[in-house]
């Protein structure tokens, strides 16, 4: 579940100390539940350790050990250069869908609940996998039961050997509208997420890095785009010194990997104050929304009033070229039309981004266009 080192009767991560009533049980930790999220698991451990049921203990207090724990397990990264990658399951790895009596699958055919579901893996998925390992300490994350989630381990990792770090699948007590690193237990300071819905994750989605929701499309070639992304957050993030680094070590402190991550996204929006029509009600905030965060993680601003704006975002619905504030942009200046409903994903260091980055640089400098408007880009990401 984590991996600490042992100094006498306690795991030492720094100065923290978590004396353990039976010494002998850390070398016999009980095994972690295959299915039950790496949370569940360290609670386990705890208790284990402690000789006390975890659920029992003040929850202040469990927090702390929680966070010692994690610290340690931590620095294990660090000493063996690896960081922590969680990775959402349905529309990212795979696609599946209900199995109808006249059909015929197309990829693997699997069973849950009495129901035959076809299962698409993603091209490249297991290359990616492979080549993710060495560098990553991988989780699983998904909305699915315990059941759906066995059912498609058996198909993508047969052999047990990637996700490491543990499987968070859903479960009664669990929410499916949000997501949350607490769940996974790790230094948010180094932890990567990839997940096609940005609005699940809340307070981290400066981890996110988005990629495009899969369908089932054979020609798919996201995880090869994602895949040197993620090389190249994590050679930056252990490229600034040779020796080993560690959160005890003020001259040794590693990096955030957060801020690494949001250094190769480069400014790809910057010069751009974004004004949004169609997107929010009036009674919400747009800094609220997830969309905000990506596009100031992305170097733009996101301004209230058309007025200020350099460009505009529209959601794609009935009448949305009527919009007010269309009409308004449309008034002051002409209006180019750029679908690009997964530009915010992890090809952002692609051909294509640079591409757009040139439209970007076009439309500000330019006497004819100096609206861009991103159409049906932000279907996926809105709660309105």
């Excluded at 070398?27 to 569940?40: D, G, N, Q, V, W």
């Excluded at 060495?134 to 047969?158: H, N, Q, W």
Aim: charge should be neutral.
């Amino acid at each position: 579940v984590v991996s600490m080192t042992a100094a006498g009767r306690g795991w030492v991560p720094g100065s923290m100390r978590l004396e353990v009533r039976n010494p002998a049980r850390m070398t016999h930790p009980p095994e972690p539940e295959f299915l039950a999220s790496p949370r569940a698991n360290l609670r386990k451990l705890l208790s284990s350790l402690l000789e006390e049921d975890a659920d029992s203990l003040p929850e202040d207090q469990v927090k702390q050990h929680v966070q010692m724990l994690s610290l340690a397990d931590a620095e294990n990264k660090l000493r063996h250069k690896k960081l922590y990658l969680v990775l959402d399951m349905d529309e990212t790895l795979i696609y599946s869908q209900r199995l109808e009596r006249v059909s015929h699958p197309t990829g693997h055919l699997i069973r849950v609940h009495g129901i035959e579901f076809d299962l698409v893996v993603r091209p490249g998925l297991e290359q990616f996998l492979e080549m993710m390992a060495p560098m990553f300490t991988m989780y699983l994350y998904t909305m699915g039961d315990s059941e759906y989630t066995r059912a498609v381990l058996k198909v993508i990792a047969p052999d047990d050997k990637f996700f490491t770090g543990g499987i968070c699948c859903w479960h009664q007590h669990e929410s499916r509208a949000k997501k949350s690193l607490s769940r996974v237990v790790c230094q948010k300071s180094m932890a990567l997420v990839v997940d096609d819905s940005p609005e699940v994750w809340g307070s981290d989605l400066p981890n996110l890095c988005p990629i495009r929701r899969f369908t089932g499309d054979t020609r798919d070639d996201a995880l090869s785009r994602l895949g040197t992304l993620l090389q190249k957050v994590h050679s930056r993030f252990y490229c600034s010194s040779s020796a080993v680094l560690s959160f005890d070590d003020p001259l040794g402190a590693p990096p955030d990997v957060r801020l690494v991550l949001s250094e190769l996204r480069g400014h790809v929006l910057s010069g751009c104050a974004i004004a949004y029509t169609g997107v929010v009600s009036e009674h919400m905030n747009e800094s609220s929304l997830p969309l905000s965060t990506l596009v100031v993680d992305f170097g733009g601003t996101v301004v209230p009033s058309v007025d200020e704006a350099t460009h505009l975002v529209a959601r794609q619905k009935p009448g949305w070229k009527q919009s007010a504030k269309l009409r308004r942009g449309k008034q002051r200046l002409q209006v180019l039309e750029f679908r690009a409903r997964q530009f915010f994903c992890s090809t952002v260091l692609s051909r294509s981004a640079r591409f757009f980055r040139t439209l970007i640089d076009s439309s500000l400098t330019s006497e004819n266009y100096r609206y861009l408007v991103l159409m049906r880009i932000v279907e996926s990401l809105s709660p309105y």
